[in-house]
């Protein structure tokens, strides 16, 4: 059998005294906790008008956001409303069809929103290759080429202006 052996080792009275001491003594969270609640007491003006501060702040913030959210709402719905036009023409040949779906994407390039307008353009390079002007036609493809920072729209300007290219070789 196993024994144990459970020493009993007296404290003296003098360090039983300094442990209870250390142990009713406020740690370092309930000590920082009080220094914050008496500095707010003492500057309770200066702490609010620094919570309005930061509440004005967030919300304008919140309201910025809200805004350009509602922005890029709109140029997306822009953007729909020209690419319907588009399939239109493309289904029926409807020339009115063709001439919303270009004011459409000439209004989303003027709104300076950058995936979008790159899209925008493109429908744009389309269409004015449609309509036989391909000299605009290349210059916006160029242009998308230079601006966009995405691949797939890169891509697309580039397949549009080598296939422009090759039709006014034949």
Same mark, same amino acid.
């Given at each position: 059998m196993l024994t144990c052996i459970i020493l009993y080792v007296e404290i003296p009275d003098m360090a039983k005294n300094k442990l209870k001491q250390d142990i009713k003594k406020p740690d370092i969270v309930?000590?920082?906790?009080?220094?914050?609640i008496r500095q707010v007491r003492e500057n309770l003006k200066l702490c609010i008008a620094g919570f309005v501060g930061i509440l004005v702040i967030c919300?304008?913030?919140?309201?910025?956001?809200?805004y350009e959210k509602k922005q890029d709402d709109k140029v997306q719905y822009m953007l729909s409303q020209g690419?319907?036009?588009?399939?239109?023409?493309?289904?029926?040949?409807?020339? &009115?069809?063709?001439k !919303?779906?270009?004011?459409?994407?000439?209004?989303v390039v003027n709104e300076k929103r950058? *995936?979008?307008? %790159?899209?925008?353009?493109?429908?744009?390079?389309?269409?004015?290759?449609i309509k036989g002007n391909? &000299?605009?036609?290349? !210059?916006?493809y160029k242009e998308v080429q230079n601006e966009s920072n995405?691949?797939?729209? *890169?891509?697309? %300007?580039?397949?549009?202006?080598?296939?422009?290219?090759?039709k006014q070789k034949r």
């Open positions: 309930i000590r920082t906790f009080t220094y914050i919300l304008c913030i919140f309201a910025y956001m809200l690419i319907q036009g588009f399939a239109e023409f493309s289904a029926t040949g409807n020339e &009115e069809a063709l !919303k779906a270009e004011d459409a994407m000439n209004n950058k *995936k979008t307008q %790159s899209i925008a353009k493109l429908y744009l390079g389309k269409i004015y290759y391909t &000299e605009e036609s290349k !210059k916006i995405e691949p797939v729209i *890169k891509m697309l %300007s580039e397949r549009a202006l080598s296939y422009i290219e090759n």
